[in-house]
Nanobody, 116 residues
């Protein structure tokens, strides 16, 4: 059974930091590109960041560049998102996504709330 399980979300004050984790099982993690996608309240899905299978290609949406860092450990089958300098507009449910044509897998999401 394919599973992607996110964790690490929570309530944090503006300017604070969080690290999200996504643990994968049931498929060959090292062969998949991985991404973080978020959904703010009342809005659609927004792509945040991606990392390819061997970590040679990393991309971020402009709004998180310089604040978020994506990484992965292909031995632990885990992807991370280190989030620094959090802003209220970063409040969202964060999902991890695994992709390798023709397959796409999603996690259940973890809530991040940035508020004072």
């Amino acid at each position: 059974e394919v599973q992607l399980v996110e964790s690490g979300g929570g309530l944090v004050q503006p300017g604070g930091s969080l690290t999200l984790s996504c643990i994968a099982s049931g498929f060959t993690f090292r062969g998949y590109a991985m991404s973080w996608v978020r959904q703010a309240p009342g809005k659609g899905l927004e792509w945040v960041s991606s990392i390819n299978s061997d970590r040679t290609s990393i991309r971020y949406t402009d709004s998180v560049k310089g604040r978020f860092t994506i990484s992965r450990d292909n031995v632990k089958n885990t992807m991370y998102l280190r989030m620094n300098g959090l802003k209220p507009e970063d409040t969202a449910v964060y999902y991890c996504r695994a992709e390798r044509v023709p397959f796409t897998y999603w996690g259940q999401g973890t809530q991040v709330t940035v508020s004072s």
